[in-house]
């Protein structure tokens, strides 16, 4: 059905396609700039991500904006993601190399995705990487000579065994790293088959993050952290932040962060499943929320079962959270059972209570996400 219009509406949006045009031309060249930007950092060796200059252009165009009669808020939308394509370009130009003399990097799993996003951060910054994948061992001893950093990026299942019976006889001066969920057991593992530099890491994104602008790391020490400064420094200059933790501090966080959150979307997936929801009906009928939250159970089963299967089982302290969650959900159901509005009221005003200042602040980050949701639903 084609839409009604009128001569005069055309007209206006005549004069709106031109100012959209014109938009177009700005945009050709502020990615212009963006380019040159990528090449001065390049060669100057600084990170792609500026938090400082983002806050102060940011600030800067809100008020002129306001000035204006703009909403600060539109301006501001609209410059996030002009810089998020930033961040997209200036990777291309690749990264300033930190260790010019480190050797070979070997990232065994490679050709996983994880592995593959590595790969690609090291070879943009100049390093010479190989992968080592499960049909290579009868090479590894060509492959990992000469190697200055062994990345370990295989399924957590796998992990230690993996380090254990093949990592015994890397060069001394060599760091040994891992990029699994779980970071005690590795560590404790690359501590006992390694002698020289150890660290874990965690990316906490998956790999189709496009760039590391803004994405956190987890770094738990291991041995000789000195030797491992430069990787860390590589990595701030890839855009991530580097948050240092403790191993187990970490696993106890992954607990609830990864574990118990993947465990809670699993179930509701299965309900949805088992109840034979009808997901189209259920779509039309959605708020904004309802389609986010669908769309985070929905992307989970859109990935592979061993992925999150080997992050659920891989701590046994799991169940210990899983479980505390299954008591408060029990508890909760009872006082709906017994129609107890006065106890939930009370329960909610408590929790409100301990969230504080989060609360509010959540509650502002989620109406922008929402507004998204709304911006990006498809035409029907
Ligand atoms: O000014 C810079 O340093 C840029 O890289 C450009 C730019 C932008 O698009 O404006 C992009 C990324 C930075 O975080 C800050 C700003």
Wanted: with cysteine; aromatic share 6%.
């Amino acid at each position: 059905m084609t839409e009604k219009t009128t001569a005069e509406l055309e007209q206006l949006r005549d004069k709106i396609d031109e100012v959209d045009q014109q938009l177009l031309d700005l945009i050709r060249k502020r990615l212009d700039l963006v380019a040159r930007v990528g090449v001065v950092k390049h060669g100057a060796g600084l990170p792609i991500y500026a938090p400082q200059r983002e806050a102060n252009m940011l600030a800067k165009r809100r008020t002129e904006a306001s000035d204006m009669g703009i909403p600060p808020q539109l301006i501001e939308d609209i410059l996030r993601r002009l810089m998020r394509e930033s961040y997209l370009n200036e990777k291309d130009m690749g990264f300033k190399q930190v260790k010019t003399d480190l050797g070979k990097v070997v990232i065994i799993g490679g050709e996983g995705a994880l592995g593959k996003l590595f790969g690609q951060m090291l070879t943009l910054s100049g390093y010479q990487v190989h992968s080592l994948d499960k049909d290579d061992w009868q090479q590894a001893d060509s492959i990992l000579d000469g190697v200055g950093l062994v990345l370990v990026s295989v399924p957590i299942r796998l992990t230690c065994e993996l380090i254990r019976d093949k990592l015994g006889n890397l060069p001394e001066h060599c760091i040994l790293a891992d990029l699994t969920s779980v970071k005690e057991a590795p560590l404790k593992a690359m501590l006992e088959t390694h002698k020289g530099p150890v660290v874990g890491l965690h990316p906490m994104f998956g790999p189709d993050v496009g760039s590391l602008a803004k994405q956190v790391v987890v770094v738990c020490e291991g041995r000789q952290p000195e030797a491992c400064e430069w990787l860390l420094e590589q990595i701030g200059i890839w855009g991530a932040r580097v948050v240092q933790a403790s191993a187990d501090k970490h696993d106890e966080a992954m607990q609830l962060v990864q574990a118990m959150r993947h465990f809670s979307t699993f179930v509701y997936g299965l309900n949805l499943c088992r109840e034979q929801a009808d997901i189209a009906s259920l779509l039309q009928f959605s708020s904004p929320i309802y389609r986010l939250e669908l769309a985070m159970v929905g992307r989970l089963f859109a990935q592979s079962p061993e992925l999150y299967a080997d992050i659920i089982f891989a701590q046994d302290k799991s169940q210990q959270a899983i479980g505390d969650y299954l008591d408060n959900y029990a508890n909760a159901l009872e006082l709906l059972r017994k129609g107890d509005r006065e106890t939930f009221m009370q329960w909610f005003a408590e929790v409100s209570q301990w969230f504080g200042d989060f609360a509010p602040q959540f509650r502002n980050e989620s109406r922008a996400m929402l507004q998204s949701v709304n911006d990006m639903k498809p035409a029907h």
